[in-house]
Structure formats: structure tokens, C-alpha cells
């Protein structure tokens, strides 16, 4: 089997790059921070925010609630406060099973082609 090499994982993220991951304006990004107390970004010397992985899933929770789910901002506060972990846990879940599922097509499009005469 061919070396395949593994994507180097960034530790930090920019606020452009968080923004691209979720489609959405940076300002929005900006905002649900002073909404969300547990969007907590580190901030470089100029003030730039550095969003690590556990703040992405942190925003992507937010996301999701606000607008997969259709909560507003009060309701998705309060859903957050009523029981954090159990919402980060799931979104995490649904992530990991989706990487697990979109890996397992891969390898049986991969398998298919080596099949073909």
C-alpha cells in the first residue's frame, strides 16, 4: 500500500479560517463570543484571536443550535447552561462518525478501482 501522507494539524486557527470552516461572516464569529461565555479565544500580542480545537467544537456547537436547529441566541444560552456537556459530547459524536463514515467510502471507492479489470 502506497505511503499516504497525514495532513499536518494546526494547533491554532485565525478567526478567517474559523469563519471559512462554518460559511459564515468573521463578525458573526466576533459576536456569538460576547454572546457565548464559552467561546473564549486566546488573543496574540496584537489582539488577534488564536481559536484552538476545543474552542471550534465550542463554536460549532453554537452553530449548531443556532442554525441547524433553529434556536435563538436566549434559547441556545439557556440550552448551553442547562446541561453543556452532554450537547458538546453529541456534536463531537455526530463528527467523529461522519469522518469514520466519509474514511469507510473512501476505502470502498479505493477497493473498487483496484477491482476493476
Same mark, same amino acid.
Given at each position: ?6 495532513? !499536518?494539524?494546526?494547533? #491554532? /486557527?485565525?478567526?478567517? +479560517? ?6 459564515? @461572516?468573521?463578525?458573526? =464569529? ?28 465550542? !463554536?460549532?456547537?453554537? #452553530? /449548531?443550535?443556532?442554525? +441547524?436547529?433553529?434556536?435563538t441566541?436566549?434559547? @441556545?444560552?439557556?440550552? =448551553? ?6 450537547g ?30
Amino acid at each position: 500500500m502506497p505511503y499516504k501522507e497525514r495532513e !499536518i494539524e494546526k494547533k #491554532y /486557527h485565525s478567526i478567517g +479560517e474559523v469563519a471559512e470552516m462554518f460559511k459564515v @461572516a468573521p463578525s458573526l =464569529i466576533r459576536y456569538w463570543e460576547g454572546e457565548f461565555d464559552i467561546i473564549r479565544p486566546k488573543k496574540d500580542k496584537k489582539g488577534n484571536r488564536r481559536y484552538t480545537k476545543e474552542d471550534i467544537q465550542k !463554536i460549532k456547537y453554537v #452553530y /449548531h443550535l443556532v442554525k +441547524e436547529k433553529g434556536y435563538t441566541l436566549q434559547g @441556545a444560552q439557556e440550552v =448551553i447552561a442547562s446541561g453543556k456537556d452532554q450537547g458538546f459530547d453529541k456534536v463531537a459524536a455526530v463528527q467523529k462518525l461522519q469522518e469514520i463514515k466519509d474514511f469507510l467510502i473512501n476505502l470502498r471507492n479505493e477497493l473498487k478501482i483496484r477491482n476493476e479489470p
